[in-house]
């Protein structure tokens, strides 16, 4: 509590004087940028340089400077450090970024003293939003992604499914939301299984699914190493030769896609994005991205940052370059726009981003290619998370 005070009357010291437009903007983005988590960092970077680049180089008239800080891997107390300095030292007029739940969480007392509007261009876990009235999110939450596909499952007639998560908070939270949806359709989870952060050695895992008796298996793994390790066991152990279907989110990120080769093939997920969606709008993004890092994947990153624009776009537009942090957060509730990954807009009370949601299967696309082939439009979800 003590330091809560001493945080609140820093910041708030901080920011006594009165605000003047200001000609420069100044975002500043939290991100990996080092470690086994660096490509989160690389791809925030690219969506957000990308949409400035695309707008001219200027947001409503002014220069967008942005300053990157290194959250490096989940360390909520090093992350708050960051967002700190970017509000005291920086003097930041707008925040974006943050890979991990636990670092938004530690955020939230710095910019709900300073007032600054933080949009979280990733972390997924629900409750986010409600731990500041200065956050918006412009990725997903993972009760967004899962009902859908809980609905899913039980109309194939998927009578049992059993749930493997990474135990933290994201995936409590998947688990949460396929449980209590598939209840609502009749189905029943067998059984639950949390698997810890650090797992590399899935095969156990896999044994145990293939002998709980479940007709699939609902996944939820963080980005990069732990998906590919999880296929890997999946097939290996037979699940997919016992007919035991997969069932995910974001497990066939692009950027790991390629790397899976034909393992991939038929897995299917619920997701917001792919960089398959046929529409003018992504067309201009993979255009846009490409112009400033040629290497940049398109995934649920990259459209996290350059949705994340488009919002801080609209609050600079509102504000007129002056720092209102209040006036800048009313103009983004209800904010209606077409993202590259569809019509999208941002719920009044959440501040969460309602998006349509997509059935996705693995295929091989031009060239030989894994993509994420969009079968199914769920249509628009709201975050189940905060309206259960």
């Known amino acids: 509590m003590r330091f809560q005070m001493k945080l609140v009357g820093t910041i708030a010291a901080a920011f006594a004087m009165g605000s003047v437009a200001a000609e420069t903007i100044k975002v500043g983005i939290i991100a990996p940028f080092s470690g086994p988590f660096a490509h989160y960092g690389a791809l925030f970077k690219a969506g957000a340089e990308g949409y400035v680049a695309n ?12 300053i990157y800080r290194d959250e490096g891997g989940p360390n909520p107390a090093n992350t708050r450090t960051l967002a700190q300095e970017l509000v005291i030292k920086d003097k930041v007029d707008y925040m974006g970024g943050v890979v991990f739940s636990p670092n938004a969480f530690a955020v939230a007392p710095v910019i709900q003293a300073s007032k600054t509007p933080f949009v979280v261009f990733n972390a997924a876990t629900s409750d986010i939003t409600t731990k500041s009235d200065y956050y918006v999110r412009t990725s997903y939450t993972l009760w967004q992604v899962t009902v859908p596909m809980a609905q899913h499952a039980a109309k194939k007639g998927i009578k049992k499914v059993i749930t493997a998560v990474t135990d933290y908070a994201p995936g409590v939270d998947a688990e949460n939301a396929f449980k209590a949806e598939f209840a609502k359709q009749g ?8 698997m810890p952060i650090r797992t590399t050695d899935f095969a156990p895992f896999a044994q145990r699914i293939k002998a709980s008796g479940a007709q699939a298996v609902y996944v939820f793994l963080p980005g990069g190493p732990p998906n590919l390790g999880f296929v890997k066991a999946y097939n290996e152990n037979g699940l997919k030769a016992a007919g035991i279907e997969f069932l995910g989110t974001a497990e066939t990120d692009e950027f790991d896609l390629q790397k899976f080769g034909d393992s991939a093939l038929g897995l299917t997920t619920a997701f917001h994005y792919s960089a398959a969606h046929d529409s003018p709008a992504n067309k201009v993004f993979a255009d846009a991205v490409a112009k400033v890092n040629k290497d940049a994947v398109l995934n649920y990153a990259t459209v996290g940052a350059w949705d994340g624009m488009a919002v801080i776009h609209k609050m600079i537009e509102a504000t007129g370059g002056q720092r209102d942090g209040d006036k800048a957060m009313a103009a983004i509730k209800g904010y209606q726009w077409e993202s590259p990954r569809g019509p999208v807009s941002i719920d009044p009370t959440t501040r969460h981003i309602t998006q349509n949601v997509y059935l996705r299967t693995v295929e ?3 060239g030989g290619l894994m993509v994420n082939k969009e079968v199914q439009n769920f249509g628009p979800q709201v975050d189940h998370g905060l309206r259960k």
């Open 187 to 194: 189905g029943e989870v067998v059984e639950s299984i949390r």
């Open 55 to 66: 707008q001219g180089g200027k947001l409503a008239g002014k220069d967008i400077e942005f």
């Open 364 to 366: 091989k696309g031009a």
